[in-house]
């Protein structure tokens, strides 16, 4: 069965607060209260974004993203109540699209949520070329990205990301920028948009530390040059 979204908490009643807010949006709910539960819903069930608690009683939040990662591209929010930089760092370093800390509020999530749905509601990315004579290193069918003969495997957001700023190319394009045409909000922090942009690099530049594709323009945003 398909879910728009599964939420991983062990904390029953806020989950429950939760999923009966959202059915009421039309954003249908399943609920795990543990990690086997979760990893049992994956057997079966498909989802459009994922809610992940970083506790979940005995078990790790950060182990069961790095294992959904391993099989599904799903977007998935962290909501914790652990507060600090380095636990927002590890979730977005090892596949998280956001956190979100507790308390929040049922409507900010909701429209996280639902700019997500909008986004994977139509899955294929159209791919533009503003010059005629010039071919496009982005292949939309495989998600790669081709430089120097080599094919290099993206992750959705990922693609989108280097689809943009391709698009763009030889331009500046500020964050918020990226944000409306990436995201589709401005909901997310800069640090969202810099892991992204490392992870990127990683991939598809020669050395990272000193990029020569994807440009920072320090206080403005980013630059691609190809």
Known sequence: M???????DDEVELTKMTAEYFEM?????FVANDMDSALEFFKENTCDVI???????DK???ELCKTIRANYDTPILFISARQSDDDVLIALNIGGDDYIKKPYSLSVLLAKVNVILKRTANTS???KDNDSGTNSPLDKDTMSFIINGRKIAL????FALAQYLYDN???????????????GDSFYSDGTLNVHIRRLREKIEEDPNN????KTIWGTGYMMEI
């Open 25 to 29: 949006f039309g954003v249908t709910c």
């Open 125 to 127: 990315l159209e791919t």
């Open 155 to 158: 992750k959705a957001r990922e």
């Open 211 to 214: 990029p020569q594709i994807i």
């Open 51 to 57: 809610l992940l608690d970083v506790n979940l009683k």
């Open 2 to 8: 398909h879910y728009k979204s599964l939420i991983i």
């Open 169 to 183: 190319r030889n331009s500046i394009v500020t964050k918020d920028q990226i944000f409306e045409a990436v995201w």
């Open 60 to 62: 790790s939040g950060f």
